[in-house]
């Protein structure tokens, strides 16, 4: 018998985020968690929706595939806040971890994500064969290319919007990586939040170092950098102009900035 074979079976949750927003940094944070489970190439145990839907059997197919999810196991993925959404969650009394990261930042990795590993995304041929250059494409998908792609802020609000449910632990990849203090406080956060009122595997304080252990960036497909604020290298007066006009909002509305009088 281990040490970790008297703990309470933990109910399965959902792990969604923003894409580009470290999402494979938390998968690897919480399968430090003894016991903990997520197959990342397991389909049936990952969950998109990153457009406006009223799609009915699109929600039961989510609602049927969260319910098959066992103890000590998580689905993951991305999806647009909906009160439809949040009330599935609810009903079937799932946890929801999001994960959200600085838009500026998630524009450049994006930028530089599409056009490398991102071939099922609906700009994937537009940034490798005409729009070849950072900037330009920074630029697209600010102002968006008609139905294909929406503008910057309505692309991404609906993800952020989880921040605001009642339900829903955010964490956000700026506590992950500014300090190895603000990363142990939101992995003891996760770890509260996820075992209250059960037995954990190990100590709280003891997770928490398990759960950091397990951190290894360089090994998940998606990583480039993981640098906050690497958008200061990027923006130029063009890009940041743009991105007020379009999605100076979304830093305002979600707390990365007071106003719009950031550079």
Not at 110 to 120: H, R, T
Not at 141 to 150: K, T
Not at 153 to 179: C, G, K, Q
């Amino acid at each position: 018998m281990t040490e970790w074979n008297q703990a309470d079976p933990l109910p399965p949750f959902l792990v969604t985020s923003v894409p580009k927003s470290g999402t494979h940094l938390m998968h690897q944070i919480l399968t430090g968690m003894p016991g903990i489970r997520h197959e990342i190439a397991n389909s049936e145990a990952k969950f998109f929706i990153d457009h406006h839907t009223t799609n009915m059997e699109l929600f039961k197919d989510h609602m049927y595939r969260l319910g098959q999810i066992k103890p000590n196991q998580f689905g993951l993925g991305h999806v647009f806040y909906s009160e439809t959404y949040a009330g599935m969650i609810d009903r079937l009394r799932l946890k929801h971890i999001f994960v959200y990261r600085d838009p500026r930042d998630v524009l450049v990795s994006l930028a530089y994500f599409i056009p490398s590993k991102w071939n099922e995304h609906p700009l994937f041929d537009l940034f490798r064969n005409e729009i070849t250059d950072t900037k330009g494409r920074m630029l697209v998908l600010l102002e968006g290319v008609g139905e294909r792609w929406h503008d910057y802020d309505a692309w991404n609000r609906p993800f952020y919007h989880w921040i605001r449910d009642r339900n829903t632990l955010p964490v956000s990849f700026e506590e992950l990586m500014s300090s190895e203090k603000s990363r142990k406080e939101a992995l003891l956060s996760v770890v509260r939040y996820l075992w209250d009122g059960l037995k954990p595997p190990a100590p709280h304080s003891r997770m928490v170092e398990l759960m950091e252990a397990n951190i290894a960036p360089t090994e998940s497909r998606t990583f480039r950098s993981g640098r906050i604020g690497s958008w200061r290298d990027e923006f130029d007066e063009e890009v940041t102009r743009k991105f007020k006009e379009i999605a100076g909002g979304l830093l305002i509305d979600f707390g990365y900035e007071k106003n719009n009088d950031w550079t």
